[in-house]
């Protein structure tokens, strides 16, 4: 079930984690850098929510892209979303529960390590 979040399509951390199995994602934290090397969603990519172009992003513009944040109420991945989509990128979505709703489903993460 879709569930619509400021016009935008969202995904629970259980769906993400279901297509990041069996499915190609790009998956685009836009928490602050530091949020990002301390823990993101595995094999997600770090970008400022308003200055990433498209080239930051995959050639193909229906794969599936999502963004997120910290928590429902961040809305840095809502922005981002919509600006993806304004980049012409058709299959855009917002793991709208962030990297704390990914972390208490008990989904694992990365941390970066130089």
């Known amino acids: 079930m879709m569930a619509l979040l400021m016009g935008l399509q969202s995904i629970s951390p259980k769906e993400l984690q279901q297509q990041l199995l069996t499915h190609a994602v790009a998956v685009v934290d836009v928490n602050s850098r530091q949020s990002w090397n301390q823990a993101h969603v595995p094999g997600a990519r770090h970008a400022d929510p308003n200055q990433f172009v498209a080239a930051d992003l995959p050639a193909d513009k229906n794969a599936l892209l999502v963004f997120y944040c910290s928590n429902p109420m961040c809305r840095k991945a809502p922005i981002a979303a919509r600006r993806a989509k304004a980049l012409g990128y058709a299959n855009v979505?917002?793991?709208?529960?962030?990297?704390r709703g990914w972390q208490s489903q008990g989904l694992p993460t990365e941390k970066f390590s130089p």
């Open 93 to 99: 979505k917002v793991l709208s529960a962030g990297i």
